[in-house]
């Protein structure tokens, strides 16, 4: 299947500076994905480049299996068919809500507009407010109303840059879903760009982690926690420590923490040292007899989970997380046990 979108080997920067190099992804109709990285990293550089408002330094954009941009062409953003959301792309105030919804339908007849703007706002749950103007609404609505906008058009695509940013947590999370319900009705594809690990686990088919001038890995949210490609994707998105081992057979490393018995060959060879990659969630203190032993240092109780600080004899700092309400106190001794289903290692 023609993909709807295609990043073939882009580098895209200001003036001849790479800020995002030799990227590559695809996204096909209907998907939506997130890009997250660290500030600074270029996801709306990158974005900018898939909208059209900044040409590239090297690779080609395909839309639909057309170029749409390459070194030297950029097809103008209007002829894209990409809808946007951009922080730096906010409602013109002197508009009311009706009018800024209605501003990309303008080869459309006055009946067509109000239709689609009515149809938009019952699609935002913002029925009633079109004769409002910006400053008269909530960061939340605003942002609906934005969204709103960039849907009128009816595009195949849409960019969103951190379009939930200046809302709390709770509308954050709500908003967030309610915009991936929308678009899988609609069946329109996204990118959406995002600081926050959650709201993209929840949102997106596709997750690429941008970080240190390129995409390090592009694939499901799954994929991604349970098969990064290196130690920087594991440790974006989800908490972790690198640990080094010594591999004792197939299926069994030691470590700090002690010997790891795993289901089933995850891939080692008896002799060789690797990397292997331990969340908290993965790390269960006991009071049952076992190789290791650490001091409880902290504990932070969370709701549904309890985060133990853990000291190890080396002197080393490590976490733990239980769902459970297991309560051990600050300075008692406990066992350590690693659950070895899906091991994260890497190799040297
Ligand atoms: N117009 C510009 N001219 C020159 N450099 C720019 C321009 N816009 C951004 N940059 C630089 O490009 C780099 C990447 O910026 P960009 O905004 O793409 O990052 P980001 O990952 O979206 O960051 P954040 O998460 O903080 O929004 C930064 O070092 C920034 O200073």
Known sequence: MTPLLELRSISCGYENTVIAGQLNMQLQAGEIACLLGPSGCGKTTVLRAVAGFNSLLSGTIVQNGKEISSVGFTLPPEQRGIGVVFQDYALFPHLNVFDNIAFGLHRRSAAEKKLSVAEMLKLVELPDISNRYPHELSGGQQQRVALARALAPKPKLLLMDEPFSNLDTDLRKQLALEVRSILKDQGIAAIMVTHDQQEAFAISDKLGILARGT??????????????????????????????????????????????????????????????????????????????????????????????????????????????????????????????????????
């Open 215 to 348: 995409l390090q890995q592009w694939g499901t949210p799954t994929e991604l926690y349970y098969q990064p490609v290196n130690p920087l994707v594991a440790g974006f998105v989800g908490k972790g420590e690198l640990f080094d081992a010594e591999c004792l057979s197939e299926t069994a490393v030691v470590t700090e923490l002690g010997t790891i018995e795993f289901a089933e060959p995850f891939g080692g060879v008896t002799g060789k040292q690797l990397s292997l990659f331990i969340r908290p969630a993965d790390i269960r203190p006991s009071t049952e007899k076992g190789n290791v032993m650490a001091t409880i240092e902290q504990k932070e109780f969370l709701g549904s989970s309890v985060v133990y600080q853990l000291m190890l004899p080396s002197g080393r700092r490590i976490e733990s997380e239980i769902f459970e309400p297991l309560m051990f106190e600050v300075g008692s001794q406990v066992s350590l046990h690693v659950s070895a289903h899906r091991p994260i290692a890497f190799s040297g």
